[in-house]
């Protein structure tokens, strides 16, 4: 109850932060700027100036505070040792290639990056064009995005309960388990299986950036202009022509927009994996391996800091050319 009560006075207390903010900041600026007077015109023309950063400037500050100050201190600790006492230079990335568990994490991080943005948005397609064509379409799109509302935590758990392995002969609780010894199969660990494990981790994200995928490309396949797909259907193109040949070129830019930005999140995984195998079994991630070294045993922040750049220099071209592609749409 107190973590509860921490939580609820936390939003509150925000909530009312800003309003205060934007009715005491605008309330102020108005009494330094009257709109009224001799000066009016120059008044109004002032606060209009003033206006905007009075919105922005909250933003900019925190965004400084707890973004742009981060990276420049990761960069810096990253050229430190251990404790940060001594100065290495790029000893820390030079570590870092002859790493093995370096290497593993880049070795799994660019699967997922393979596989789950393109499952993830073919399955997006897939179930924005099949839902826009049934009666109960918005009861199963809910459903699809109801596993957006899922935190990536709360998603690691279900599905570790999905995965969970009983011996042979007790009663399996775990859903896979229990499918596969109907059949008469022997029950699998499944989050230990080399080589498999990763997928069965990927399938978790999948499920949950679908739905995503499904409401972005939804509304692009609704902004097509009817008249193509009428004069494609006049020409005699069946349903699935008119689908590959006629929608799908039309909503490039937002596939591509869905892709990158499934992308990114893909690139930052954390959770899921750190919830279902913590890295072990051959499913360490970038993220998971930077927090092992910041915060496990007896941290190494220099180390940490290298790892945390790399997936920083990763993920910026990505969300570079994602955002030049959204203002491309947007034009």
Request: hydrophobic share 55%; glycine share 8%; net charge neutral.
């Amino acid at each position: 109850m107190e973590l509860l009560w921490l939580a609820v006075s936390t939003i509150a207390i925000g909530v009312f932060g800003c309003v205060a903010w934007f009715w005491g900041s605008n309330w102020l600026l108005d009494r330094i700027f009257p709109a009224k007077g001799e000066n009016a015109g120059i008044n109004i023309r002032r606060a209009g100036m003033v206006r905007p950063w009075l919105f922005l400037g909250p933003a900019i500050l925190f965004l400084g505070l707890y973004l742009v100050y981060p990276v420049f201190e990761s960069l810096w600790r990253s050229m430190f040792n251990s404790d940060g006492s001594r100065f290495v230079g790029a000893d820390n990335y030079v570590w870092l290639m002859g790493d093995d568990k370096f290497r593993e994490s880049m070795f799994n991080n660019m699967l997922w990056l393979l596989v789950v943005p393109a499952l993830s948005t073919l399955f997006g397609l897939v179930a924005a064009q099949l839902t826009d064509r049934i009666k109960w379409g918005n009861i199963g799109k809910s459903l699809i995005f109801m596993p957006m509302a899922i935190s990536f935590v709360g998603a690691g758990v279900i599905w570790k309960f999905i995965y969970e392995y009983r011996s042979s002969g007790e009663t399996q609780i775990g859903l896979l388990n229990w499918i596969v010894t109907k059949f008469g199969i022997e029950p699998q660990i499944w989050l230990t299986l080399p080589g498999w494990n990763n997928f069965f981790l990927m399938i978790v994200l999948v499920w949950i950036q679908t739905g995503f995928a499904m409401v972005i490309l939804s509304a692009a396949l609704r902004g097509i202009p009817e008249e193509t797909i009428e004069a494609a259907v006049l020409d005699g193109a069946s349903p699935l022509q008119v689908f590959f040949k006629i929608k799908v070129p039309q909503i490039m830019g937002t596939l591509a927009v869905v892709w990158t930005t499934i992308t990114i999140v893909v690139l930052k995984v954390f959770d899921i994996v750190y919830v279902m195998t913590n890295g072990q079994w051959g499913t360490q991630v970038l993220a998971n391996l930077m927090y092992d070294w910041m915060f496990r045993g007896t941290p190494d922040y220099g180390r940490g800091s290298a790892i945390a750049i790399v997936l920083m220099v990763l993920v910026t071209p990505i969300m570079v050319w994602n955002i030049y592609n959204a203002r491309k749409e947007v034009r």
